[in-house]
């Protein structure tokens, strides 16, 4: 009398194919990862802790190099004027341009919504500015607000003569902020515009009938139901945010004096003019300890308003 096999236990034969095959599919998956992996290291990676090397290092592009410890942190922290400026006008710059442009973004986003005519071509306009190469636009609007610009001569038919805004500190950095706006507010329109729509209608449908009004709708189903890309573009625009560089260095060249200086500014300024990779690295590091930081806070506060449900 045989015995019938055991149903569900496999044999060696069947389970050695099963092993070959994942073999192959981690094989072919770390293939495909290979190349972004490889430009992280050499690309990314790399020049960070090169960056934080040099950073201890007196490191001048042409001449002997030493090592300096501590000293181009305390010479920025202590004997460096210029750093606590750009340090306040990149904060300026980040208190001004994120929350305006969440306003923007947020605020367009629901108003294309699913119910409005021609959404897709609003989604095209409003983005259009993110896609197009930033210094092209940091230089069609320095030629909208020089003294002899459009702006200036819109102005002239008011009555308002001399019309300069980058000649003043304050006005320098309005435009800096107004058109950083003009350039970034569509990727996160377009971001809450893809949360809005995964959103279901039902939940509004619901509230409606238990006489929640519009407003009360927003804040209570909109919002929290939309924290999750909430929380994506604050992470993401908080970081380019501190790295804002080329429009207050195409538009104004960080003045007037360093009035629009911000800190890769300066950063470069002192790499690449000066030749001092040992200071610069310094301010770089210090800028990526801030972001790092920062960045760190938000995903540790996410439990408390983030909703993935």
Do not use: C, K
């Amino acid at each position: 009398m045989s015995l019938a096999p055991v149903v569900g236990a496999p044999s060696e034969q069947a389970a050695a194919p099963r092993r070959v095959s994942r073999r192959r599919d981690g094989l072919a998956a770390y293939g495909f990862l290979a190349p972004s992996g490889i430009g992280f290291l050499v690309f990314t990676l790399g020049p960070i802790i090169g960056s934080l090397v040099i950073a201890f290092f007196n490191w001048p592009v042409i001449g002997e190099r030493s090592f300096a410890g501590l000293d181009n942190f305390v010479r920025i922290f202590t004997n460096d004027p210029i750093f606590w400026r750009t340090v306040g006008n990149t904060l300026l710059f980040v208190v001004l341009y994120v929350p305006l442009n969440f306003l923007l973004a947020l605020g367009l986003a629901v108003w294309i919504s699913p119910r409005i005519r021609g959404r897709g071509l609003y989604r095209l306009l409003f983005f259009l500015p993110a896609v197009t190469p930033i210094v092209a636009n940091a230089l069609v609007w320095r030629l909208l607000v020089q003294p002899n610009g459009v702006f200036a001569d819109i102005a002239a038919t008011f009555g308002v003569e001399q019309f300069n805004p980058l000649g003043t500190e304050a006005g320098a950095m309005a435009i800096v902020v107004a058109m950083s706006l003009w350039q970034g507010f569509g990727y996160n329109m377009l971001v809450f515009s893809a949360g809005l729509d995964s959103i279901p209608e039902q939940l509004y449908e619901a509230a409606a009938l238990d006489g929640a009004n519009a407003w009360q709708r927003f804040w209570r189903i909109t919002l929290p139901m939309l924290s999750p890309s909430i929380f994506f573009a604050a992470v993401m625009t908080l970081i380019t945010a501190f790295q804002v560089f080329a429009q207050p260095y195409v538009l104004t060249g960080g003045g007037p004096g360093v009035g629009t200086t911000t800190m890769v500014m300066y950063l470069y300024q002192r790499g690449f003019q000066l030749f001092d990779l040992g200071t610069a690295s310094a301010v770089a590091t210090v800028l990526f300890a801030i972001i790092a930081l920062i960045t760190a806070v938000q995903f540790l506060g996410q439990r408390r308003w983030v909703h993935y449900d």
